[in-house]
């Protein structure tokens, strides 16, 4: 039996004025599964992620989450369905501890009721954020300020606050971007082991496409806001539509 859809992205279509950045785009992400979105500078990747994430209305379509629609719906509240992001920029609270960074992301999973201040005492966010500082090797950095660390230490902390709400959906826009060869290899094996360890969908944006072609489940590719191919990494290699949109063009 195939995995149902966690996430369901129908017609969507996105215009800045007379730019059409999306068009009629249309994707399935099974649940657990990791799903790649790919496409050479300006193809409408970054439009996409930020329609799902409630960042941007649609113009068109419609976008469905765990069989409940939040087409429209706000970025805090698309949170609150499950759904988590991270940025291209990375986007941290510089200065504050890397611990307390991740324990103001786990107060959105907390209720409402109780003071900021209460909840550095509270042993059930506590524990949460030590296991993710340990799972990103952070443990040893978590009384240091967040502006003290690397940029690949940064942007494996902005995942960490992602992951501290506690989605069933992550979207990664650009993840490795900054990192250092040896970082991108150890940044993708983390992804993926986290992902399978916690049964998490990841929805990823990515440049480097070793990154994607390793770690990806299913690839769909975005040019001039249209998909043109989708599929697993070797039929995604080899389509000659995909070839062609990226000569001579880099990607983004």
Not at 9 to 23: M, R, T, Y
Not at 68 to 77: D, N, Q, R, S
Not at 84 to 108: E, L, Y
Not at 145 to 152: D, E, F, P, V
Request: aromatic letters at 4%; charged letters at 20%; glycine letters at 10%.
């Amino acid at each position: 039996m195939e995995p149902r859809a966690l996430l369901e992205v129908e017609g969507v279509s996105k215009s800045f004025g007379a730019l059409a950045a999306l068009s009629r785009v249309s994707l399935s992400v099974r649940a657990g599964e990791v799903f790649s979105v790919i496409g050479p500078n300006g193809a409408g990747k970054s439009t996409l992620f930020n329609v799902v994430a409630g960042l941007y209305a649609p113009s068109a379509g419609r976008v469905v989450l765990r069989g409940e629609e939040i087409t429209g719906l706000g970025p805090e509240v698309i949170n609150r369905r499950g759904l988590a992001k991270t940025f291209q920029i990375t986007n941290i609270f510089p200065g504050i501890s890397v611990c307390d960074n991740v324990r103001v992301a786990a107060q959105s999973r907390v209720p409402l009721s109780g003071c900021l201040r209460s909840l550095w005492r509270r042993p059930d966010v506590d524990g949460p954020v030590m296991d993710l500082l340990a799972a990103f090797g952070l443990s040893d950095r978590r009384h240091d300020l967040a502006q003290h660390l690397s940029h690949g230490e940064q942007r494996y902390l902005e995942i960490c606050l992602a992951l501290a709400t506690e989605p069933t959906l992550l979207l990664l826009d650009e993840p490795t971007a900054g990192m250092t060869p040896g970082e991108t290899k150890e940044a993708t094996a983390l992804i993926r082991q986290i992902a399978r360890s916690r049964g998490l969908t990841v929805l990823l944006i990515e440049h480097d496409m070793s990154v994607v072609m390793g770690i990806s489940d299913r690839i769909a590719v975005l040019h001039f806001g249209e998909k043109i191919a989708e599929g697993p990494p070797e039929a995604i290699r080899s389509d000659p539509q995909v070839i062609d949109a990226y000569l001579g063009g880099a990607e983004d």
